[in-house]
């Protein structure tokens, strides 16, 4: 190896660190995992919904603006939304909550497919993800049809 081959290597690897902290996601919905911001969860069932129908309004714009790579951040949003719902549903008997539980599952992986594909811009996979998810979002919603809220404790 000559100097001038070692002399480069040698500031690549000085540079190398401080060239990785830089790279590191720091937007609010960005990929900085373990840095995710948290979602407020509204106090009622109409609350959530209403809140994950403007997540899903918002990723229906993001993907229509051509900018796929931003989709996780609304879809696991609305995920988190949508998980928060068994402890504000009132009067689920057994049965129930496991479909409940079985639909926020497959809501959890419904995100994270559209994590993926938003990241791959692949815009027909999104799309059709996103019609899933709507899809379990609206079964969600007749699980809960007649429902009340729990009372804050």
């Known amino acids: 190896m000559n100097l001038r081959m070692f002399t480069a290597a040698a500031f690549v690897v000085a540079l190398l660190p401080a060239a990785i902290a830089n790279a590191q996601p720091s937007a609010a919905d960005s990929h900085g995992y373990g840095r995710e911001v948290a979602v407020e969860i509204p106090a009622t069932i109409d609350g959530i919904l209403a809140a994950v129908d ?47 539980d079985a639909a926020i599952g497959r809501i959890r992986q419904q995100a994270a497919l559209l994590d993926k594909f938003g990241d791959a811009d692949d815009a027909a996979q999104t799309r059709a993800v996103l019609a899933r998810f709507k899809t379990e979002i609206a079964g969600i919603r007749q699980q809960l049809a007649g429902k009340s809220s729990r009372s804050a404790p």
């Not at 997540?55 to 603006?65: F, K, L, P, S, W």
């Not at 790579?69 to 879809?75: F, I, L, N, Q």
């Not at 928060?84 to 049965?95: D, I, R, T, Y």
């Open 54 to 100: 403007q997540r899903v309004a918002a990723i229906d714009q993001t993907i229509a603006g051509g900018k796929l790579a931003g989709v996780h951040g609304e879809a696991f949003a609305a995920r988190d939304l949508l998980a928060a719902l068994p402890e504000k549903v009132a009067g689920l008997n057994e049965a129930e909550a496991k479909a409940l």
